[in-house]
């Protein structure tokens, strides 16, 4: 039986799996002051609030899209602490290179500036193959590989008649983006 | 583990979406580590997947705070929506009924007016039993009143007639009362109520008061003297005033009659209401035995009379004559109801020489003869 108090938070699950994106606001706003507050309290500036809330909702929107998400608390309580981890590990990362200025001595993959420039330029890359395939592919390729849909939820979502022919829908579209991706990198290169 | 099995069975994104089996994670690592075209694509493959969850998360941040501001002057319009409804709500419930109120106020307002402008005074019912000029003056505008005026009655093209009607209206009011303040100061009524108390045969308040109305209306012509409460209060007072005058005087006439029967004393500082034979006996002593008090040796009370015993050996005996038995309450003393005349005795050496008589605050004795 559902509990009365997560009425409401049952209710924003299911707007989640419809994909009602207007949901994504609402729950910034609902939960801004609360997540504000804490990351102010703890010597955090309103704009690393901003962003550890967006990146919590963000990830509650994906975990409840890959069906990992399952409600024991309020999602306020979950959104927190999500928000919390987030804001604490870009602390961490922050300090560690504001104590040590030279950047060769980062030799990790995740804090190699390098590698980290690399990442961005191929995702600006993708970003921009991204916007020139059909909206169904985007969405698509989105929906499967940012929010981890399952096939059968794509197909729901997309009107596809079924799993599989989503399936079928999400190689050709890889290899449509790929295809630009190519070409794009071939252009580049004459 | 081949290149075609990889390829397949979607190797490269089940890795990268961490979808393999402990043992097929295993034999497809084994694979790549030694296939560079595999590990090319599973490259090519994770950067692709990168920049895709890359982009979704940037363009749903974006989407985000689009929302954001878009919930925001939502939440700014819906609190505007909010304080005008409210004030209409408020325009519609409190001010309109005001508005209705004040205009339909000075509509009757104006419309009163120009009926009593209309209709002389001499039409109102006269069984109302109140003063109407008191009324009409707590109504009638005052110099600083007519200053203020209600929006309806300054655009009133008729308010020159309803003022004149006003102004009519209060004059006459002012000549009727002028009427009835020129026979009503005290004055004035004495000498009329007098006459009407000499007039009935057993005078009262009642029928002195309406006498003495009625020579004063037919005196000075006015015709509502019966409907004026504040002339015939001030004549029931004047008739009281002069009806107890004349009883006074008549117990006083009576009074000075009897005296010429025997001697009066005041009884002020005794109760009339209880006739004690201890203060007859005084004052019996006091006034026709002089001697009788210097040498006053004791007073005795036996049975229902009191006894005053002289050095000289003589007696003075005050005691109720024939009095019924059920009357005598104490043995010395009765109510001033029960005493008659001739109800008091005094004895002198066993001889009746006096009888007292109770009139009003005195005590009249005389002597009587055996």
Partial sequence: MKKIWLKGDYRVIDRIRENDRTVLGELYIRYERMVERFIIKWGGQKEDAQDALQEAVITLWQKVCSNEFELKSQIGTYILGVAKNKWRSQRRVSNRFDR??????????????????????????????????????????????????????????????????????????????????????????F | ?????????????????????????????????????????????????????????????????KQIIELKEQSKNEWKYFVLKAAAVLIIAVFVPGLYYYYELNFNETVSQNNLSESPITEIDESLDYDYSEIMDSELPTEQDKSIKPKSVINDKREPAIAEGIRQEKKDMEQERNKISSVKPAQSALPIVKEAIETPAEPDIETTTGFAAKRMKSASSVN???????????????????????????????????????????????????????????????????????????????????????????ILKVYWNDIPEKYIKNSNSLSAEEIENGKILIKYNDTIEHQIEVINNYILIKAISD
């Fill in chain 1, 100 to 189: 040590d200025a030279d950047f060769e001595k980062h030799e990790s993959a995740e804090l190699n500036p390098m590698e980290l420039y690399i990442e961005e330029e191929s995702h600006h890359e993708v970003t921009d193959a991204l916007k020139k395939i059909s909206e169904q592919c985007r969405r698509l390729l989105l929906m499967f590989y940012f929010e981890g849909r399952s096939m059968h939820d794509i197909a729901a979502l997309l009107n596809l008649s079924s799993p599989d022919v989503a399936k079928a829908r999400k190689y050709q579209c890889k290899k449509e983006l790929q295809k630009i991706m190519d070409y794009k990198l071939e252009g580049e290169r």
């Fill in chain 2, 1 to 65: 583990m081949n290149c075609h099995e990889i390829n397949k069975g979607e190797f490269h994104e089940r890795y990268l979406l961490g979808k393999l089996t402990k043992e097929e994670s295993e034999a497809y690592l084994e694979h790549i580590s030694a296939c560079e075209k595999c590990l090319q694509e599973q490259l090519k493959l994770k950067k692709i997947i990168s920049g895709i969850r890359f982009a979704g998360k940037t363009g749903m941040k974006t989407e985000i705070e």
């Fill in chain 2, 224 to 314: 509502s003297i019966e409907q004026n409460p504040s002339i015939i209060l001030e004549l029931e007072d004047k008739a009281t005033e002069v009806l107890e005058e004349k009883q006074d005087e008549d117990i006083m006439r009576s009074l000075s009659e009897k005296k010429a029967l025997g001697k009066t004393y005041p009884l002020q500082n005794h109760s009339i209401d209880t006739i004690d034979q201890n203060i007859i006996l005084r004052l019996v002593t006091e006034s026709l035995k002089i001697e009788f008090i210097t040498n006053l040796t004791r007073t005795e009370q036996k049975h229902d009379s009191t006894y005053a015993y002289s050095k000289t050996g003589d």
